[in-house]
């Protein structure tokens, strides 16, 4: 791992050197690297130091450490814990045909729907005064 690291450190620093070397050019909203007209330079360097980049390097190491340990603790926690149990009433055998007075029943006769529904006929309320 540790010579992934520096390998890493390395390229880094090397794209670094390559890129304190370009001219950015600002135009209105945009950047370019080609001058324009009106357009201003930006100072585009790295202000990271050497020591900082290997500060943040030693504390990604140590997350990932930290982390890797966290993961371990949390698998082995699941893997101990007791399985969930769910809690309340117990499920009812199913009723008899009889009594399940949703149910359509079967029609009896020819030619009749199964339980016709009863008729609802609206009744407009009788002018006030009157009963």
């Known amino acids: 791992m540790p010579v992934k690291n520096a390998i890493l450190i390395a390229a880094l620093a090397l794209a670094a050197a390559g890129a304190t070397g370009q001219t950015v050019y600002r135009c209105g909203s945009s950047y370019s690297a080609q001058p324009c ?3 201003a330079a930006l100072d585009v360097s790295d202000p990271t130091t050497p020591q900082a ?6 504390a990604a190491k140590a997350d ?3 982390a890797d340990a966290l993961e371990k603790a949390r698998l082995a926690q699941e893997k101990n814990a007791p399985k969930a149990v769910v809690l309340g009433p117990a499920p009812k055998p199913d ?12 029609a009896k006769g020819k030619g009749k729907k199964a339980q016709d529904p009863e008729v609802f006929t609206a009744v407009a309320p009788g002018k006030p005064g009157k009963k």
């Open 64 to 66: 990932r450490k930290r």
């Open 95 to 106: 009723a008899p045909a009889s009594a399940r007075p949703h149910e359509k029943k079967k």
């Open 37 to 39: 007209a009106g357009g």
């Open 53 to 58: 980049a290997r500060q943040a390097a030693d």
